[in-house]
T-cell receptor, first 108, second 113 residues
């Protein structure tokens, strides 16, 4: 059974701080997607990484796919209250395998 | 393009009843997936439909079923509701593959009393 473990499960920090969220597996994925979900809404795709070692930047968010395509990280620089939400990673093989999510709260 | 729509948005049922939820995917999307989301279990995959056929299935009991129509619209049904079925049910559509970007609807919040 393929599993994706996300850590931490919950993170509450002050505005302006940096943070990193991890998504780890023992399985190799052909791609890895990151989503953000806000209360009352469905998840929305942030980025897809497909190449081992790939780094993608989305404003203050930096996504990295591990060299072996088994893990990924999301780094947020100078977090803002608007970054608050549930961050989900999903690994693609022949179907998507979902992590349990990281609930992030940024306090003003 | 209109996004994924789900109806109803909120539903309250009692144990033993059955419920049908509806999902209209983004125009042109042929794959529709259903998920159950609870605080304790996170996002759990129920099943995926493509061209009116169930292509993938998660680890849920047979009380959970679904179907897809020729226009790609999908419904899921839960029979003999249990208290533990209370959850947010999310529908997502994608172009073709189950691993393509998932476009989610706002979900149906089901409460079983």
């Amino acid at each position: 059974t393929q599993l994706l473990e996300q850590s931490p499960q919950f993170l509450s920090i002050q505005e302006g701080e940096n943070l990193t969220v991890y998504c780890n597996s023992s399985s190799v994925f052909s791609s890895l997607q990151w989503y953000r979900q806000e209360p009352g809404e469905g998840p929305v795709l942030l980025v897809t990484v497909v190449t081992g070692g790939e780094v993608k930047k989305l404003k203050r968010l930096t996504f990295q796919f591990g060299d072996a395509r088994k893990d990924s990280s999301l780094h947020i620089t100078a977090a803002q209250p608007g970054d608050t939400g549930l961050y989900l990673c999903a690994g693609g093989h022949y179907q998507l395998i979902w992590g349990a999510g990281t609930k992030l709260i940024i306090k003003p | 393009k209109a996004g994924v729509t789900q109806t109803p948005r909120y539903l309250i049922k009692t144990r033993g009843q059955q419920v049908t939820l509806s999902c209209s995917p983004i125009s042109g999307h042929r794959s529709v997936s259903w998920y159950q989301q609870t605080p304790g279990q996170g996002l759990q995959f129920l099943f995926e439909y493509f061209s009116e056929t169930q292509r993938n299935k998660g680890n849920f009991p047979g009380r959970f079923s679904g179907r897809q129509f020729s226009n790609s619209r999908s419904e899921m049904n839960v029979s003999t509701l249990e208290l533990g079925d209370s959850a947010l049910y999310l529908c997502a559509s994608s172009l073709v593959q189950a691993t393509d970007t998932q476009y989610f609807g706002p979900g149906t919040r089901l409460t079983v009393l």
